[in-house]
């Protein structure tokens, strides 16, 4: 429907009249004013949920990573939501503030997978140092 749009009307179709970067920005409007910000939260959580359970089959030490960095990531949510979230809604337009939930929840999740991953190399290198030590007494 967009493509046909001629708001102007002199017989040529908007979007064969704007630059490709003006093309790029409606389209980007479009998309995130028409989409649902919850479906495609739900649709990337269970991408996310087979990843998991894929990585949880190859080996329980990833695992262990990612319980760490989900409830890391829960923490630092529950914390957003109720001091980030407010402030981010009032600076943000009013038709993309739908999306600033489930952005905040990506953030969290982010922060939290760096910060498990860290954790997991100190104790990986810990473990790995002890386990010499052990080798060379």
Known sequence: KDNKKDDDG???????Q????????RKVKLVLTKMDPEKVNAAIASIYKVWMSVLAVLTIKFART???????????????????LPTV???TPKEYQKWCPVLLGWLCKSIGISIAWKIQTV??????A???GLIMS
């Open 10 to 16: 002199d017989g040529v179709a908007d979007t064969d």
């Open 89 to 91: 809604i009032k600076g």
């Open 130 to 132: 002890l386990a010499g």
């Open 66 to 84: 990612i319980a760490l960095a989900l409830t890391i990531s829960t923490f630092f949510k529950s914390f957003a939501d109720r001091y980030v």
């Open 123 to 128: 104790i990986s290198a810990f473990t790995s």
């Open 18 to 25: 704007i630059t490709g970067k003006k093309l790029l920005r």
